[in-house]
């Protein structure tokens, strides 16, 4: 590793080790904690304002159990620091059983505002509207992107998506009615292309991005940037996407050429080349006007339009993705948005250990904020661990998939 980079890797440790202190001291001051964390507090026998004193004296605390999500009540979730300010319920998607509740007050927003910093401006320019094609619902994926969407000045229109419907229809084996339900989910996001004019930017779970981009050109419908979320990605799927579905070719990543300009977004509708009218065929504009955005830079790269994958969850957030490396082979590779989340891989078999860089291993997740507090829970997904990078100086997590270890495969439905 460089020494530039081994002392950044150890500065935003130290950043890491700093926030942890400050969060267990939140967690269990009796006049800020949750009624959850003072109870447990009186059964540990020490104390974890004093003896917490770095992140990774967590593994003090005993294993984080999924079951304490489940059900109610919820309101012992509740730090009383916040108390009386409005709170939200959202809920994961419960392909594993009863669905997980995690409260929240702001840490949606403030978790899709820093995400937002990593936006490019010129693929998902400020003041366009965006696509929501994703679960609604008890989700805070549902709010979350709307927020993102209202945080960059634009206006966020969704369809109305069940995953647990989708769920159940793939797990009973009715995959014509799974099928149709996905067409009527499709068939929204078309009515709302049709209708709206100034949609740039558009979220997508994989499976439903390469349902959208089977009837319609994305280019074409004047798409310039696709958040992708959803717990796996595989690296076939993300070449795919770049290279098919958004049309980029198989050199989409490198820069143009020498004296030529980019064909990244620049006309007030679309990329450069894009007809006048770029709604497909089954899409008409509402009406002869286009609305303005701001132009892109001159040298763009050759893509179209940029696409983001994103790791995460109701319990973490999101995490972010390693900025597109060749020598990657297109593995998607997602670190946490270290000091408010940590992922790390570790040992089935000892979920203490974590394994060494390029070994696979299940996914361990710690969410610190004054909100959640949530040591060393063991996903449902397994990875590979991978070195810090330039950008994100701390462990990441790359080729995520669905815990190999479980009796009974995870059904992810729309995901």
């Known amino acids: 590793m460089k020494d530039a980079l081994t002392q950044r890797v150890a500065e935003a440790r130290a950043r890491l080790d700093a926030h942890t202190r400050e969060i267990v001291a939140w967690h269990f001051d009796p006049a800020t904690g949750c009624p959850f964390w003072l109870e447990l507090a009186r059964s540990l026998g020490w104390d974890p304002r004093r003896e917490v004193q770095r992140y990774a004296d967590l593994d003090k605390f005993p294993p984080f159990e999924d079951e304490w999500l489940r059900g109610g009540p919820v309101r012992r979730w509740v730090p009383r620091g916040l108390a009386g300010r409005p709170v939200y319920v959202f809920e994961t998607g419960g392909s594993t059983g009863v669905p997980k509740s995690r409260i929240n007050v702001e840490d949606f927003r403030v978790d899709y505002e820093l995400f937002s910093q990593t936006l490019d401006d010129a693929y998902f320019p400020k003041g366009s509207d965006w696509l929501m094609l994703g679960p609604t619902g008890p989700r805070r994926l549902r709010l ?20 647990r419907w989708v769920v159940k229809l793939t797990r009973d084996g009715r995959l014509r009615e799974m099928h149709e339900y996905k067409d009527h989910v499709i068939n929204q996001a078309l009515t709302i292309l049709r209708a709206h004019e100034n949609i740039r930017c558009l979220f997508a779970t994989p499976k439903l991005l390469e ?14 940037g696709v958040f992708c979320g959803g717990t796996s990605m595989t690296a076939q799927f993300y070449r795919f996407a770049c290279e098919e579905l958004l ?57 179209k339009i940029d696409f983001v994958p994103t790791y995460g969850n109701t319990l973490m957030g999101l995490a972010y993705h390693k900025p597109f490396d060749p020598a990657d082979n297109y593995m998607v590779i997602y670190h946490a948005p270290l000091p408010r989340a940590m992922i790390e891989v570790v040992d089935p078999n000892d979920p203490t250990r974590v394994v060494d860089y390029g070994q696979v291993g299940r996914v361990r997740l710690t969410t610190l904020t004054k909100e959640f507090f949530m040591p060393r829970f063991l996903e449902r997904d397994e990875g590979v661990r991978t070195p810090p990078c330039e950008k994100y100086p701390w462990d990441g997590v790359g080729d995520v998939r669905p815990f190999s270890g479980f009796a009974t495969p995870i059904v992810e439905g729309v995901y």
């Open 144 to 163: 979350a992107v709307e927020h993102l969407a209202q945080h960059r000045g634009g206006i966020c229109f969704h369809v109305d998506l069940d995953p």
């Open 211 to 224: 349902a959208l981009c089977e009837r319609i050109s994305l280019v074409q419908a004047g798409i310039t």
């Open 247 to 303: 049309e980029g070719g198989p050199e989409w990543w490198k820069p143009p050429e020498a004296g030529s300009r980019g064909q990244g977004p620049k006309g007030p509708r679309g990329p450069a080349d894009a007809p006048s009218d770029p709604r497909p065929v089954g899409l008409p504009a509402t009406s002869s006007s286009s609305t303005p955005w701001p132009p892109g830079p001159p040298d763009l790269p050759r893509k």
